[in-house]
Every structure is written in structure tokens, then in C-alpha cells.
């Protein structure tokens, strides 16, 4: 069974543009959810979807969001980048809302 | 509010016993987890253990719950140099499946 597959593993941007993040979850799960990790804030919950609804958010600014399609998969969006929006982006799915959560390689996102 | 503490550094001889230790605050959490993360790469789930079990042994792996203490702790028995990693604790968020991570634990293991 396919893990978790997040794309583009790496990027580069220059701050003011925006990016968009992908993520296709495990084959049959239906929630997805994604964090944020840099060194110094550690790993921070973002957001989750199940059934293409979003049914938790974090404390990030309105620039962050994301969206679930009906097929499960994901995207997330950073608007107007900014130095400290580097970070690896990690999405991580499960079966259902309160399963345990099975991480993707990550993205790794530079903004210069 | 939710939060979860680790020490930062582990340092073990190859073949001895690691033990990661972890501190939460949410009695009322579900389920509790670990997570190994190596470096480049995304984090691989451990184990995990219910909120009303004290222990969970899983081949070299054995998990201890305190819930009277909020103290959780995964021991690698025979620790191998591939075990190197960071060691992340997390708790589930009672609102949803979000989970609160700790810092991590770097866990170094010398031949």
C-alpha cells in the first residue's frame, strides 16, 4: 500500500509570492491533516480536513490555507511569503478523524 | 493550555537499553504516540498506547504510561546504531485528531 506522497519535496521561493502544496493521502483514508516544523517552533498543527470539510484549524495567519478534494487529497496554500514561512511541511493522513496519523516525506519550502 | 516536554539529547553505547522520556499536560487525552523522525525525512509512527493501558511492548520497543503523573516513556531495548534519530512524544487534542508534539529527543547511538 502507497504512504503518503507529498509534492514537490523541495522549493524555492522569494518572499511576496505564494505557493501550493500537495498531498495525496493513504489509499482509503479520508482525513488529512498538515504541520508546519522549523527548528525553532518544533511542529505545529496547521489544519485538518475529513470528507473535504476542514474541522480544525491553528493559530497561523489567514495566508495559510488549504482545501480537501472529494477524492481525499490535499493542497495547502501560503500567500504573500515571508523568511519565516521556511519550514518542512508535513501532511499526514488517516483512516478516520481520530485515527492514528501516518506522516509523508514532507515539503521543503525556502523562502529567500 | 496543551503541552508536551522532552529533553533534548540521548546519548547510548550500541547494544544498551535507551529510555526517552515525556511529560504531557491533557489528562483527558486519548492516546498518546511516538514518533522517529531521521534526518531528511518525514516521521514514521512508532507505536502508540490507549490512555487506560499502563504498558505496550512491541518487539524492541516497550512504552510506560503514569497517567497520575502525565509521564510517558519509550524504551529501545538493544539499541542499534540505525536507531539514531530524533524522537518525537505527541498527545491527541481531544477536539479532533490534531496532535500536540513535543520538541523531540535526538537520540545518538555510539558503537
Known amino acids: 500500500k502507497a504512504g503518503v506522497t507529498q509534492t514537490p519535496r523541495y522549493l524555492i521561493k522569494t518572499r511576496g509570492q505564494q505557493v501550493t502544496l500537495s498531498c495525496s493521502p493513504i489509499?482509503?483514508?479520508?482525513?488529512v491533516s498538515w504541520y508546519q516544523q522549523t527548528p525553532g517552533q518544533g511542529l505545529q498543527f496547521l489544519f485538518e480536513y475529513f470528507s473535504e470539510t476542514q474541522r480544525n484549524k491553528g493559530n497561523f495567519p489567514g495566508r495559510f490555507s488549504g482545501r480537501q478534494f472529494s477524492n481525499s487529497r490535499s493542497e495547502m496554500n501560503v500567500s504573500t511569503l515571508e523568511l519565516g514561512d521556511s519550514a518542512l511541511y508535513l501532511c499526514a493522513s488517516s483512516l478516520v478523524l481520530t485515527g492514528e496519523l501516518f506522516f509523508g516525506e514532507g515539503s521543503r519550502l525556502t523562502v529567500l | 493550555g496543551e503541552d508536551v516536554e522532552q529533553s533534548l539529547f540521548l546519548s547510548v553505547r550500541e547494544g544498551d537499553s535507551s529510555v526517552i522520556n515525556c511529560t504531557y499536560t491533557d489528562s483527558s487525552s486519548t492516546y498518546l504516540y511516538w514518533y522517529k523522525q531521521e534526518p531528511g525525512a518525514g516521521l514514521q509512527l512508532l507505536t502508540y498506547?490507549?490512555?487506560?493501558?499502563d504498558m505496550k511492548q512491541d518487539q524492541r520497543l516497550t512504552v510506560l504510561l503514569n497517567k497520575k503523573d502525565k509521564h510517558l516513556s519509550l524504551r529501545i531495548a538493544d539499541t542499534q546504531t540505525g536507531d539514531s534519530a530524533i524522537y518525537f512524544c505527541?498527545?491527541?487534542?481531544?477536539?479532533?485528531?490534531?496532535?500536540?508534539f513535543g520538541q523531540g529527543t535526538e537520540l545518538s547511538v555510539k558503537p
Open positions: 498506547i490507549f490512555s487506560n493501558m
Open positions: 505527541a498527545e491527541k487534542d481531544n477536539q479532533g485528531g490534531k496532535l500536540i
Open positions: 489509499s482509503g483514508h479520508r482525513s
